[in-house]
């Protein structure tokens, strides 16, 4: 059902031109975009369209594109155009505009994101974009920071304490990442979780510690084993490009990350997830993190496509809330995100908490129907899949 | 309006015995009870029953009255009648009892408490009531629990970190406790919570350690001052009967406690707060917290009696669950009990969240409009109130 050839079959088939399929989301203009997606809607597939990766070279005119300017300043960003930093940023900034553009695309009824840049009086800043209320979507942020600054003593020592080989005390930061969590309104469309972020740290003698960390993850109120297994599958095929060993690996540690443990459940039907990535150069692990996050929009978008039109009533509503009270109890508990957001001194609350539900519920001690779809996915919960069977193979 | 004496007066102005007003709810059926009050709300005023200590002189027929069989075996209860962990245990017995009675009291349309009697396999056990969905109370939690078994080493740590003397490593511990919050329907109704336990831990030497924690604290959607005042003072009065020093000191501490830092807010309009609680004597200490959880009921009925019928809108309602939404971040990020009890191993977490709302909600960047009803809390919650006009004294 889902894979790269399937939409250039159907455009070819329906005599659309196949410059469609291959267009840069960055370059191009909403409306070209929503008339694309329209059109795939509109033919009742499920077909997604491959992205084509134009790098990072950006010229001014690119940047246009954005949801807004960038944090560092246009000269700034120019005359450092090989520094990962610029790199990064420009990166997420890209990763950003894309996907708020294609989830603005699937809005019939013109809800757009409401974009908020600020600064960070400690260096740095940010660029938060969320569509509250839409038809599709009910509440959809997508956010981008760039900040730099101390680490406390407080934030080396938990770094110190997963493994990071880092002096002790204070440490001169720069962070900067994209991440997004899309609640959509249809109980049928799961919810997407996705974060790309890279991070140094200078110590005394001057050498600078990098590494990359991030994932996806899926979470959906009812199951649908498809649209599992092509989540899975494009992210595989992202990761396989660099190393046939990520996908296996960043899978299982995905379904031990996002474990909601008083609940012996996980949060969702996983996806990737990893940390503390600097092998095997700064430049290919670069280049996985950008196919893994410009893997997003076609893990998710022909989910949104293929159900946002799904019946569904006050039961599958229900459900779906109290799914969402389980999410704010991942994200407020244990999310080492969240957490580390929130702690720091100075943090903009609200841009952390875009990731919460606009609505969540907390029935005492619900339980689904035995035999229910309900208990279908928190069987599946419970017991993480191997979606693409891949189990007894060699890694 | 809100005092002791204004029921009797009530009473005797409409010619009703004095001994309703003076009742044991304990041996006192719910339809008599729903009767009493039933005549108050009538009677369009906000008066209250003061209600008579009987002390926890048990009989095996008064026990008949909790919602459940107690945890520890009546044999042992009525052999240990002077230890303090078997009157603790029967006094939030009671405590719970009297509270879940007095709610329902309030539910015209017979919604009842849910009651789960629970053991837990480390020793110990509970009794959850949760009545949910009612007309007035959309989710309201009732909870002892009397647990024992052996302190982990981090949690000992944790104890030694704020000051306990404590000798290090695991050590036996036996806790009682009841617990409770209480979301209501109406806006103009606030939510309460209050919490009141007994700890001891032994150490090798075979000597216990003891002490009492516990407050009350009041959560409104729209601010009464008026009501405020009444909850601050019946609690005041609580405490003024024990130690002149307590009501100032706790209201501070209650204040520090119930803090989302990360907005810079206050959960609510404070109450009382105290932890490690062993002084001057067991026996009165036990005494002013036995006060302290029989004026919940007085500081907090009149106010549901008062505002449950009280009109509101769309709008009301969606701020209430925006605060609702506030209410959840504190419990699951900064509440210490919360956190203890879900970090357990073979915790009962139905009966941790049950704290937790029917429904919340969370807007990106909402903000009351300057000068509304709304922004009249939130100034509150920034800026805590000296509720009875104390400052400047001496304490």
């Not at 990962?84 to 695309?105: G, H, P, T, W, Y």
């Not at 092998?279 to 993190?289: D, I, L, S």
């Not at 957001?341 to 519920?361: D, K, N, Q, V, W």
Request: net charge positive.
């Amino acid at each position: 059902m889902f894979n790269n050839k399937l939409l250039k079959l159907f455009s070819n088939s329906c005599g659309i031109s196949r410059r469609f399929s291959v267009f840069n989301p960055t370059t191009n203009s909403t409306t070209r975009l929503r008339q694309f997606l329209i059109i795939t809607v509109g033919g009742g597939t499920a077909a997604y369209v491959s992205y084509k990766t134009y790098g990072v070279a950006y010229t001014k005119a690119a940047s246009n594109k954005f949801m807004a300017d960038p944090i560092t300043d246009q000269k700034t960003l120019n005359s450092n155009r090989n520094d990962m930093k610029a790199r990064m940023e420009l990166f997420i900034m890209k990763v950003q505009a894309d996907f708020c553009r294609a989830l603005e695309a699937e809005e019939e009824g013109g809800a757009v994101f409401k974009v908020d840049r600020w600064t960070r009086k400690e260096g740095g800043g940010g660029i938060t974009c969320v569509l509250q209320d839409g038809e599709v979507f009910e509440k959809a942020g997508v956010n981008i920071s760039v900040v730099s600054g101390t680490l406390s003593p407080q934030a080396v020592a938990q770094m110190r304490s997963r493994g990071k080989k880092l002096q002790e005390g204070e440490l001169p930061f720069f962070a900067a990442g994209v991440s997004s969590v899309i609640h959509p309104r249809n109980p049928m469309v799961p919810t997407i979780h996705f974060n790309y972020r890279y991070f140094e740290i200078q110590e005394d003698d001057g050498s600078i510690q990098w590494w990359f960390g991030g994932g996806t993850d899926l979470t959906p109120y009812y199951l649908n084993e498809e649209d599992s297994k092509h989540f899975h599958k494009t992210l595989k095929e992202a990761c396989d490009k660099h190393n046939k060993g990520y996908y296996p690996k960043f899978k299982k540690w995905c379904d031990d990350y996002f474990h909601v443990a008083h609940r012996g459940e996980r949060r969702g039907v996983g996806g990737i997830f990893f940390d503390d990535l600097d092998t095997p150069t700064q430049e290919q692990a670069f280049r996985f993190v950008s196919s893994c996050a410009e893997a997003v929009i076609p893990s998710y978008l022909p989910l949104v496509q293929k159900h946002k039109k799904d019946a569904y009533g006050y039961h599958e509503r229900q459900w779906q809330l109290l799914r969402r009270g389980r999410y704010v109890e991942f994200n407020l508990i244990y999310d080492r995100g969240t957490k580390f957001g929130l702690y720091t001194p100075g943090a903009r609350y609200e841009s952390i908490l875009m990731s919460l539900p606009l609505t969540a519920r907390w029935e005492y001690m619900h339980a689904p129907q035995p035999g229910s779809k309900e208990a279908k996915l928190t069987e599946v919960l419970r017991n993480p899949r191997d979606w693409l069977g891949l189990e007894g193979e060699a890694h």
